[in-house]
């Protein structure tokens, strides 16, 4: 027949049985879910639990039930999951006969530190990484938008260069540096594919279009630096609606109310021949007013160097100094009247002595009058007769 073998138990939480309860060898059993376990008695008449580990955020046995043994035994595990007085976190601990303890300690660098233990620990005797080198076999990874920082030497000060992701990254791209270090001026290319070589910067494509092309809108253009040493590099450009040029009629229009110079002297130079002109004489140009017709005669005009230094040599209105010498006509007059040829600064020789040779006019006329006077002792007036052709006579 079967014959059923029990044990002494008990389903009361946290009852253990006592040493005067159990024989030698004798088991007892504590069947409640929560502290479930197996007893036993040792030599010494001390109660051992053989297992499970208790599991909770009390210590096993804290709280006795009634008529059970109080205490733990030495070797008895306990899962804490609450770790109060530590970190908080679950630790599995041991009783050592007189406390419940953790798991023990670990050695980071030559510090001890103990496993779930709260305090905040520094740690001694790690290697500096500002003077080793960090060696990664698969790469290294910054998380959330993390940066590779590059410090200035510690006696310039404390400033740096970090590389960083863009805060939103559309599709992962991967950059190959190219082998080597390039040449001088040659600047690092991508060739869209993540692939980067050195190469000479990209210089600037100019269009060339047919001279013949009828379009009036093109527009000269300066740059801000003359580029001395011919290297490439950056230019800022400027360009004005005002100034351009027809390539079909080979026509420079300047549309503008000024054309100034930055010195006080203009200067233009018209088939390799330099006119130059003061101020003055630009603002006489600048305020006439030209027809077309005007301009179409001029422009036809062909001039020697001469004829353009008179023309450079006027300071006023050509009209005001016309009226101010008078008309032709009364200049030939008195040419005629003097009996002499023009351009002559007197009268030239005379047959007789009473008009000295070489005298001017007035000088002439004083002669002539001082020689009137002395005549008859040099009485201030003259007789003088009537004769029957009523003709005056000394």
């Known amino acids: 027949m079967t014959v059923k073998v029990q044990v002494l138990r008990s389903s009361t939480a946290s009852k253990r049985p006592t040493s005067t309860a159990l024989l030698d060898g004798e088991l007892a059993l504590n069947t409640n879910a929560g502290t479930a376990g197996i007893f036993f008695e040792d030599a010494g008449g001390t109660i051992r639990k053989v297992g499970p580990a208790e599991v909770g955020g009390s210590a096993p046995n804290a709280s006795p039930a009634s008529g059970g043994s109080a205490g733990n035994s030495t070797g008895e595990f306990w ?60 790469g ?64 600037t494509t100019v269009e060339t279009q ?102 450079d040599g006027v300071t006023s209105s050509i009209q005001a100094q016309l009226d101010a010498k008078g008309t032709l006509a009364n200049q030939n007059a008195l040419i005629n009247l003097s009996g002499v040829s023009a351009g002559s600064t007197n009268l030239g020789t005379f047959t007789g002595s009473t008009i000295a040779d070489s005298s001017d006019i007035k000088k002439a006329l004083q002669d002539l009058e001082d020689a009137v006077e002395s005549v008859a002792g040099g009485a201030s007036t003259i007789a003088t007769t009537t004769d029957s052709t009523n003709a005056t006579r000394f």
Do not use: M
Not at 118 to 134: D, E, H, N, P, Q
Not at 141 to 147: F, I, K, P, T
Not at 242 to 250: F, K
């Open 140 to 203: 290294l990874v910054a998380e959330n938008q993390g940066y590779i920082q590059l410090n200035e030497q510690t006696g310039n000060g404390s400033n740096y260069i970090r590389l960083i992701a863009p805060d939103s990254v559309t599709n992962n791209t991967v950059f190959k540096l190219p082998d080597g270090d390039g040449s001088a001026e040659n600047v690092l290319v991508t060739d869209g594919s993540g692939n980067l070589s050195w190469a000479a910067p990209a210089g």
């Open 79 to 138: 899962y804490d999951t609450a770790n109060t007085g530590g970190n908080s976190q679950d630790v599995l601990k041991v009783y050592n006969g007189s406390a419940w303890v953790g798991p023990g300690d670990i050695t980071i660098g030559s510090t001890n530190i103990g496993v779930g233990d709260a305090a905040t620990t520094a740690i001694a005797g790690l290697t500096s990484l500002g003077s080793a080198t960090v060696t990664a076999s698969a």
């Open 210 to 311: 047919d001279s013949g092309n009828a379009n009036s809108t093109h527009y000269l253009t300066f740059v801000q630096d003359n580029n001395t040493n011919g290297n490439p590099q950056d230019e800022v450009v400027y360009t004005d609606a005002s100034l351009s040029y027809n390539p079909a009629t080979n026509v420079l229009s300047i549309n503008a109310a000024t054309v100034s110079s930055s010195t006080s002297t203009a200067a233009l130079t018209l088939n390799s021949v330099l006119i130059t002109a003061t101020g003055t004489e630009l603002n006489i140009l600048d305020g006439a007013t030209v027809t077309a017709t005007e301009l179409n005669i001029l422009d036809g005009a062909t001039l020697t160097t001469d004829e353009l230094n008179y023309v």
